[in-house]
């Protein structure tokens, strides 16, 4: 099978195979942490830590790896970053790490970063390995703060509230009050069902807009107005 060219990787991890709104996996934490857009950074730069560097390190011991153990050895290398992961969220942003709980190390569980190590690292080389792990990342990690920052606006009427736990002092007055300060919020959206919702219409958005893409390619080759057609009978020499 020949390795896919990187425009095609990056195509396929931030659009035509995310792994949030096609895939459809790692949707657990997706629609669990998602209440907030600095949830979901922080989920979102801990996923893609671990999809990056567990895809090249399946990607350099891809030959040495038996097909036979190629699972629980990708499994020990995702645990391995995810150990990594939690333990400088632990260090640096530990408020943070409180707050996103038990989905830190269940991301060793996450279909997509298996999925990603069985289906393109075990069999292609290093550097598009690496490439499509993070952009495998960086897509999952849009579709997160894509919800997040639904979900906060309608639920808390601010966005970028409490940065500072993921960034620092700096962050602290980052806070934006898009909907005054008497909003009342909508229960529904920092609610579970309000993530599915936002997941759901997401999901139809992306597929409206490849339905249009499709059907304005479609219009452009048509045959143009006017044009003949010439029937040819015989051999032409």
């Not at 529904?188 to 409206?208: E, H, M, R, S, T």
Request: aromatic residues 6%; proline residues 5%.
């Amino acid at each position: 099978m020949a390795t896919p060219g990187y425009a095609e990787i990056t195509h396929n991890g931030l659009w035509k195979n995310n792994p949030a709104l096609v895939q459809l996996l790692g949707l657990c934490p997706l629609l669990a942490v998602t209440g907030s857009v600095v949830n979901a950074i922080g989920l979102g730069l801990a996923t893609t830590g671990v999809l990056t560097c567990s895809n090249l390190a399946v990607s350099l011991v891809r030959k040495q790896m038996p097909d036979t153990v190629r699972l629980p050895a990708s499994v020990m290398i995702i645990a391995t970053f995810v150990t990594c992961v939690e333990l400088l969220m632990k260090a640096f942003t530990y408020e943070l790490y409180l707050v996103l709980g038990i989905f830190i190390p269940l991301i060793v569980t996450n279909c997509a970063i298996l999925g990603r190590a069985d289906a393109f690292a075990s069999k292609n080389p290093v550097l598009p390995s690496l490439v499509d792990g993070f952009m495998m990342g960086v897509g999952f990690t849009a579709v997160l703060i894509a919800i997040g920052a639904v979900r906060e606006i309608l639920g808390q009427g601010t966005l970028f509230s409490d940065m500072d736990l993921l960034l620092g002092p700096m962050a602290k007055d980052w806070s934006l009050n898009l909907l005054g300060s008497n909003y009342p919020g909508v229960l529904v959206a920092v609610l579970p069902p309000g993530a599915f919702l936002v997941a759901g219409l997401l999901i139809a958005a992306k597929n409206a807009i490849d339905a249009g893409i499709e059907r304005r390619r479609s219009q452009q080759i048509r045959i143009v107005p006017g044009s003949k057609r010439v029937r040819v009978t015989g051999k032409i020499s």
